[in-house]
């Protein structure tokens, strides 16, 4: 798929991060655009910054409120999406939404987990079993599954659990390369890729906390400050004298940095991403971080959980990877 124009696209998580540039980027090139996301907030700014850049005549941009873990959820959307854009065809599914968070299996809640494994995977299991059939009549479709540099080292270093989230981007990874051989016998007009970003300015490390307690607030609950704080305890840090603000001052500034200091914006995501949908490319690594992480895991795999390979990953790729969420897409 070479052009976008005229075509029809669906994008999951699209009221931020790299949904919203997607969305942008799409509408730019005149390819129509239904979205989806759990804040219509988000979504209405993105149709707003979508009409700012320029809408061409014949596009168009639709918002949905829905919850990608839900396939009641996603069946509503695929059947308003279909009323509102009079579309029988799907041409481009993009599963991007996703959170962070259920880092430990052992010492974090359930429900945590499993709200997290259920976005990150559920999301694009659904995705794919709910808008398979508009792709299927469809003289040509390409599916977009968003996994994570996570997808190939499940860790963000030895001080941190990182359990469900990686265990969903594993999943992402080998259904979407499942996939290739799936649908060359039994759609061969229907493409996939696997997309694998590293760290993309994001605002993620927010959003994925007021997912999980189903809130607006920015400010850390009662519970959250302590689960913060036994987090810190098991890193080592002595928290017997910090006050809760300083706490809340440092999840502040995890986000911030998260959003302003990684190494490829959003934008730039969408970009490679959408240059990979045109070049057919099944495998689309996302940031010149991810290029590296990706060689020194496979050089290297059965040492890929050890404190000294982390040293080294962090030193060569140049992260800051403590508590960070190396994703896209909330």
């Known amino acids: 798929m070479k052009d976008f124009a005229g075509k029809f696209a669906v994008v999951t998580g699209g009221g931020t991060g790299m949904g919203r540039e997607l969305a942008r980027q799409l509408i730019a090139e005149g390819c129509s655009v239904a979205m989806c996301d759990v804040s219509d907030k988000a979504m209405q700014e993105t149709i707003a910054l979508c009409q700012a850049d320029g809408v061409p005549q014949g596009a168009k941009i639709t918002a949905h409120v829905a919850d990608v873990s839900s396939e009641a959820d ?57 808008f398979l059939p508009m792709m299927l009549a469809a ?50 007009h229907i493409r996939c890729s696997v997309v694998m970003p590293g ?7 927010g959003n994925s906390r007021k997912v999980i307690r189903g809130t607006e607030d920015d400010a850390l609950s009662a519970d959250e400050l302590a689960r913060a704080r036994q987090q810190m305890s098991r890193m080592g840090v002595d928290v017997s004298q910090v006050p809760d603000a300083a706490i809340q001052a440092l999840a502040d500034e995890r986000a911030r940095r998260f959003l302003e200091d990684a190494p490829t914006t959003a934008a730039q995501a969408a970009t490679i991403i959408l240059d990979g949908v045109k070049a057919e490319r099944w495998r689309i690594l996302v940031g010149e971080d991810a290029q590296k992480m990706d060689a020194l895991v496979r050089a290297d795999p059965e040492n890929a959980y050890e404190p000294a390979f982390f040293q080294r990953l962090a030193k060569e790729v140049g992260w800051q990877l403590n508590g960070i969420v190396s994703d896209e897409s909330a």
């Open 74 to 130: 996603l069946i509503r959307f695929r059947d308003e999406a279909a009323k509102l854009h009079d579309a029988e065809k799907l041409h481009l599914l993009f599963n991007n939404a996703g959170i962070g968070g259920g880092g430990s299996i052992v010492a974090d809640g359930r429900d945590e987990w499993e709200r997290t494994f259920n976005v990150c995977w559920g999301g694009v299991y659904y995705g794919v079993r709910t």
């Open 199 to 205: 760290h993309i300015g994001t605002m993620i490390a």
């Open 139 to 188: 003289d040509e479709a390409h599916i977009v599954n968003t996994s994570s540099v996570n997808g190939f080292w499940a860790s963000l270093g030895p001080s941190v659990s990182h359990t469900a989230y990686a265990a969903a981007k594993f999943a992402v990874k080998g259904f979407t390369e499942a996939l290739i051989t799936d649908l060359r016998l039994n759609a061969p």
